[in-house]
């Protein structure tokens, strides 16, 4: 699994091997062949750059050209063992209902997003006064596909408050394991193993 | 290769019947064909490729009536994404076409050519008898069957009809089913047919003269659909044809015109116009989800068969959409589909013309499956 992006890593390593996965935004398939080709994985993916799925497809791989707050629904009930956004939620329209869907095809799902509550976003917005630009947020506020900016503190009273299952926590500071404790300080990376 | 069967301009009569969807059966029928490459000793690396209306068998050799290279020499060769190197290809011509198929002008059993006689044949007949091929060549599975427009409604069709026998399946810029718009422009072009005294109820074929300028026109509104209104305007515009003024009179004053009128005669000399009835009427017909209970996605429930559908930004003839409510159906049924709308300023055409995209795309896919 070497070469993944850390949140990444921490997915493909707790898949269990032979399954069925749906990788939401899966981009040009970095994880869904590392999946296939180390864990024998049956993975499929959504993603809606074209150049992207012409990558993944090229790789050998299943990928749909789509949109995640959209062509969810075509995909049946409890179609997959998991169904993975990573780093894509707080770019959908409506995130709950993604969710949502994400719940219903996967029978488990991952979810992985960017903190925004992160002491360095905290320290922009409070000493600088600007919307954040930093490694992890690289583009300023009228260019990014960050709509939805969501903390780790949000997103588990957001899950708490739905009667989600929470699994698995993991969080990540500078690509190494941070406490779940001050997580929404310290943590620049959330992963989450969500159950209906 | 020793083996008769296999090479170019290649003719197979196939003796056993053919039932159709229409009702009637074809007592015996004839395929031309062409295949390229080697069998492998499993017989398992075949590729069929599928032509659109106008095609025919000859997709990586010179066509005999034009001259011109092959219609699809950018995907299918040595080292191109339909390698000729580790695949045998075949490529057929549909039954109802001209190019040595049974259709409208080849001969029924009275010697005469069969005109209206043919029976109205569907997508899935054309299918039907390239499995009869397929028989004759001793090769049960396919690792592909590829096709563009009409091509890639017959390989949606083998997915449909023979799961089994397709391990996967290319379809770029087609459609599971004709809109009401896709029959419209072909009535135009087959009123237009039969609108031409030359015609004389399809047996024209003893009198030497067949209906040129029906065909003509038919193909004239047809290659209309095949551009996008961007490229028209990119490659003409209102540019007038070596003259500085308009004349005021009927003449092709404008470039599309003379463009148009060029694109119709040159048809008209290689095409049978008794054809182009039959196969813009199979595709008029052809309603995948219809043979389906009305569900597309009970097409391909269970397969086993990997899917990659591609569709053109600029294809207005067979959308973007079309190719999502396909995939929409693979996804409902589990199947393994890709899916990529490229980007494309041609238009439907987009499919035949240079695309590394494309290429990457369909190499790339049909390599994993390898």
């Known amino acids: 699994m070497s070469g993944l992006r850390p949140d990444l890593a921490i997915i493909a390593a707790h898949v269990a091997p032979g399954s069925r996965v749906l990788d939401v935004g899966c981009g040009d398939g970095a994880l869904m062949a590392a999946l296939r080709d180390d864990r024998g994985v049956d993975a499929r993916g959504l993603e809606l750059d074209p150049a992207d799925v012409a990558t993944a497809v090229a790789r050998g791989l299943s990928v749909v050209q789509g949109d995640a707050d959209t062509d969810l629904k075509d995909y049946p009930d409890a179609a997959f063992d998991y169904a993975i956004l990573s780093q894509t939620l707080q770019t959908t329209r409506r995130p709950d209902r993604v969710l949502d869907e994400l719940l219903r095809i996967g029978r488990r799902a991952f979810v992985s997003f960017p903190n925004f509550a992160h002491w360095r976003v905290r320290g922009s917005l409070l000493f600088g006064g600007r919307m954040p630009v930093t490694r992890l947020l690289p583009l300023e506020w009228y260019e990014t596909p960050n709509i939805h900016h969501v903390t780790i503190d949000d997103f588990r009273a957001f899950v708490a408050q739905r009667g989600i299952t929470v699994e698995g926590a993991w969080f990540l500071a500078r690509g190494a394991p941070a406490r779940p404790a001050a997580a929404n300080v310290f943590a620049e990376h959330a992963v989450f193993l969500l159950r209906r | ?370």
């Open chain 2, 1 to 370: 290769m020793s083996d008769a069967r296999f090479g170019l301009n290649r003719i197979a009569r196939l003796g056993s019947p053919l039932p159709l969807d229409g009702g009637g059966t074809l007592s015996s029928v004839d395929i031309a064909y062409e295949t390229y490459g080697t069998l492998s000793p499993a017989r398992d690396n075949a590729i069929l490729i599928c032509h659109a209306l106008t095609g025919d068998q000859h997709v990586a050799s010179d066509h005999p009536v034009t001259g011109k290279p092959g219609w699809w020499t950018r995907m299918v060769g040595p080292g191109k994404p339909v390698d000729t190197d580790r695949h045998l290809v075949i490529a057929t011509n549909v039954i109802g076409s001209c190019m040595g198929s049974s259709g409208p002008a080849s001969a029924a059993a009275d010697g005469c050519p069969h005109g209206m006689r043919f029976p109205v044949i569907t997508i899935r007949d054309m299918v039907r008898a390239q499995a009869m091929l397929l028989d004759h060549l001793g090769i049960d599975t396919l690792a592909a069957v590829v096709g563009g427009s009409m091509g890639g409604m017959q390989a949606l069709s083998w997915a449909a009809t023979f799961p089994a026998r397709v391990r996967s399946a290319v379809v770029i810029a087609s459609t599971a089913r004709h809109s009401a718009q896709n029959i419209a422009f072909h009535e135009v072009g087959r009123q237009a047919i039969m609108a031409d005294p030359k015609w004389r109820g399809g047996d024209y074929y003893s009198s030497g003269d067949p209906p040129s300028a029906g065909l003509a026109v038919a193909r004239m509104a047809a290659h209309i659909t095949y551009l996008s209104e961007a490229g028209l305007t990119e490659k003409f515009g209102r540019k007038l044809q070596a003259r500085e003024a308009k004349t005021f009179g009927f003449d092709a004053d404008f470039q599309v015109e003379s463009y148009l009128r060029h694109q119709g005669l040159a048809f008209s000399d290689r095409f049978d116009a008794n054809s182009y009835l039959y196969i813009t009427r199979a595709l008029d017909y052809f309603d995948l989800a219809e043979e389906h209970g009305g569900l597309l996605a009970n097409a391909f429930r269970g397969a086993a068969t990997r899917f990659c559908v591609v569709s053109f930004d600029t294809d207005w003839l067979y959308p973007t959409r079309e190719s999502r409510n396909v995939v929409h159906a693979l996804n409902a049924a589990g199947a393994a589909a890709s899916f990529v709308e490229l980007s494309s300023p041609y238009g439907h055409d987009a499919f035949l013309l240079e695309s590394p995209e494309l290429n990457r795309v369909v190499d790339g896919f049909l390599r994993a499956g390898a």
